[in-house]
């Protein structure tokens, strides 16, 4: 090697080791991956105080009390609960109910891309329009989240905990209205909020969440992923819906099936759907097609334990402790990549699919009608 090229090297040793030094002062100065992490979390907006009695009636946006647990095991373990978070949502009654004719109501819980057109309102007014009321509930906006935060910051920053957390909060709110029958008020959610809706069905998290009440009437897991094995051993009993379709990976149909056979084994009585040729989201504006960068999971299960730690197999994917931050969780499930390596895939179907989403409507009116309002006699038609 030549002198001239000797020099070259060093300088570019020297460089590069100057560079390094510079990230990790960088690094340190920002507390590490936790720092960082913390820096890029959104801001909760600060919004009204929540309300906590809705007696003096009427629908519309409400605020309501809730949490921020964010984990299973913060869920389980912490108390007090951490983070009271300011809930939010949109209350539809349907026509006639009042103090001498309360209604039933559902809470429906959107997806991992936030509330969609033609899905959550539509569905909120399609059941008003049989005589349930709905309350559509944000939980991304109360935890500082916008239409412009990209996908992945949306769902690292705001988890399926903290979705089951406003619903709960939703449902204790919507309890004390005169126009609502408390003892008759179902859980809804899609994909994501399909998720929420069987965390819900835990008696764990109703006692978290929710001690002075029974608990919600009935529930529907819209297209929800199966992937996650709570361990739960304890319900309230109340009915489940399930609506799928053959052409959505993102509901790996084994697991699915799985997680209904452990309900079904806890007296739930489960009524499953499977749509030939449907895939994800369904009711959508969207065209429908097959969006090759979609991720989903599939092929494992995170298992979670006693104390709400999870794992793949022996390793482990959350075992923090309960006092740790939002920010010190961000970079758990950051880092859980090695263990989720085999279970990631990508590219489902999904999109507007006019047939399938009328078949839906149909099961999940009659299921309502059939768990909160048993003493009708069906308004829609049989399938």
Not at 112 to 117: D, E, H, Q, T, W
Not at 245 to 266: I, P
């Amino acid at each position: 090697m030549t002198s001239r090229a000797q020099s070259v090297l060093l300088r570019a040793a020297a460089g590069l080791l100057a560079l390094v030094s510079a990230g990790y002062v960088i690094w340190w100065m920002l507390g590490g991956a936790v720092g960082i992490a913390e820096s890029r979390l959104p801001e909760f907006p600060d919004w009204p105080p929540p309300i906590s009695d809705l007696s003096a009636g009427g629908e519309g946006a409400f605020y309501f009390a809730s949490h921020s647990p964010y984990d299973f095991d913060i869920l389980l373990r912490a108390r007090p609960l951490p983070i009271p978070t300011t809930g939010f949502g949109t209350l539809i009654l349907p026509e006639g109910a009042s103090s001498e004719h309360p209604a039933p109501a559902v809470v429906l819980v959107h997806g991992s891309g936030g509330i969609a057109p033609g899905r959550e309102m539509r569905v909120g007014r399609t059941l008003a329009d049989a005589g349930i009321a709905a309350f559509v509930i944000d939980y991304y906006a109360p935890r500082g989240i916008t239409r412009e935060t990209g996908y992945m910051s949306k769902v690292l920053a705001v988890t399926e905990f903290d979705a089951a957390s406003d619903a709960y909060g939703a449902l204790v709110l919507l309890s004390t209205h005169p126009a609502i029958d408390g003892e008759r008020i179902g859980m809804m959610g899609f994909s994501y909020g399909g998720m929420a809706v069987r965390i819900s069905m835990d008696e764990r998290v109703r006692e978290a969440f929710a001690p002075k009440h029974r608990g919600f009437a009935a529930f529907v897991d819209t297209y929800g992923p199966c992937f996650q094995d709570w361990g739960t051993t304890r319900v309230n009993g109340a009915p489940l819906l399930t609506l799928r379709g053959t052409e959505d990976r993102s509901n790996d149909l084994e697991a699915c099936a799985a997680r209904e056979a452990e309900l079904r084994a806890l007296g739930v009585s489960v009524d499953a759907r499977i749509y030939p040729g449907a895939g994800h989201a369904w009711e959508s504006a969207s065209p429908r097609r097959l969006r090759e960068d979609s991720p989903y999971v599939a092929g494992c299960t995170i298992r979670y334990d006693e104390k709400g730690h999870s794992w793949i197999g022996d390793e482990p994917i959350v075992t923090g402790d309960p006092g740790d931050s939002r920010a010190a969780r961000v970079v758990m499930r950051l880092s859980s990549g090695g263990p989720m390596a085999s279970c990631v895939g990508s590219g489902y179907v999904i999109g507007r699919d006019d047939e399938t989403r009328e078949k839906a409507t149909l099961a999940f009116l009659q299921f309502f009608e059939r768990t909160l309002v048993p003493d009708r006699a069906p308004s829609v038609g049989g399938d």
